[in-house]
């Protein structure tokens, strides 16, 4: 039976972006071959996340990249 989890799954986090963009790091991933990001960001509220949130989403809808 296939893994639904792909090779290459990406988690985004500020802390681990270590100060780079996480736009950067998404096309960075996605570039890889990555077909699964989650963003991790547990110190944000909703308001400051969800914009970063749909942006990183369209962005991995438009890549045909599994976004959670």
Not at 13 to 34: K, S, T, Y
Not at 52 to 60: M, S, T, V
């Amino acid at each position: 039976m296939p893994s639904l989890i792909p090779d290459l799954y990406v988690i985004l986090d500020r802390a681990a972006a270590r100060g780079r963009e996480l736009d950067g790091v998404l096309e960075g991933a996605i570039a890889a071959g990555c077909r699964m990001v989650q963003l991790r960001e547990k110190e944000w509220p909703s308001g400051r996340l969800l914009p970063l949130a749909e942006r990183l989403r369209g962005r991995c809808r438009a890549a045909g990249v599994t976004f959670i």
